[in-house]
């Protein structure tokens, strides 16, 4: 259901998918590996299910690993990058999809999800509210001109006291969830399409990414 949801979600949002089927499986991935992504494969980790009483938060570490493994399809999978030295390129724009976009859309797997864990809290009207919340915080954010924190590092040379993941994933997907913000939905989302269009089953860098923002807001 995740992974049809978050389909579904991404061509609308990023535009058509390139290959003719998305093949998922399951395996034992080891800790703190929830999946990984190749082009039309996807392999989700299922050792946190392998005892019966297992932590009901299981089933939204689920539906977050397979929504970003999904992403993968569209950063990465089809606009490549390279992974070493710009890792914010695939893993931050697919962050921002499982994040800023499946988790901000109310969806059929979302709300089964919280049937599953007992939980009342997932409601249109909280996904809506998330929403707003999330805009208040990245408006705040530009207002206050907070100090740079630069994402364009490769792995083996992270900023000083930041952790490669962080800087891949977190601060990854902080840059574009603020940029939505900064430049209104409508103009981020057609200049990410462009951008998805544009490098259509080719390599792109950040440079690259910028290029096809300034198009659209500078």
């Known amino acids: 259901m995740t992974a049809q949801d978050s389909f579904h979600i991404f061509t609308k949002k990023i535009g058509k998918y390139p290959y003719k089927e998305i093949d998922i499986t399951e395996g034992l991935l080891g800790k703190d590996t929830g999946g ?3 082009p039309g494969l996807i392999m989700i980790d299922a050792s ?3 005892q019966k009483k297992h932590p009901l938060d ?5 539906t977050e690993d397979v929504s970003h493994e999904v992403g993968h399809q569209w950063f990465y999978g089809t606009v490549g990058s390279d992974e070493y030295m710009e890792p914010w390129l695939d893993e931050g724009l697919t962050n ?9 859309t109310y969806t059929k797997s979302k709300s089964y999800c919280a049937k599953l864990m007992h939980s009342k809290f997932y ?13 208040e915080n990245a408006n705040q ?9 630069y994402i364009n590092y490769p792995v083996n040379n992270p900023p000083k006291g930041v952790d490669t993941e962080d800087m891949a994933y977190k601060l990854g997907m902080d ?3 603020v940029l939505k913000v900064a430049m209104g939905e409508n103009k981020f989302f057609d200049a990410l399409h462009d951008y998805y269009q544009t490098y259509y089953l080719k390599q792109a860098t950040t440079q690259d990414f910028l290029n096809i923002i300034s198009k659209y807001d500078n």
């Open 36 to 38: 990984m992504e190749y």
């Open 123 to 135: 409601t249109r009207k909280n996904v809506k509210r998330a929403n707003k919340i999330l805009k």
């Open 48 to 50: 946190g299910f392998l």
């Open 141 to 149: 954010f530009i207002n206050k001109n907070q100090k740079a924190n």
């Open 58 to 62: 299981r089933y939204n570490e689920l």
């Open 96 to 104: 921002l999809l499982e994040n800023g976009v499946y988790d901000l």
């Open 175 to 177: 840059f574009p969830a």
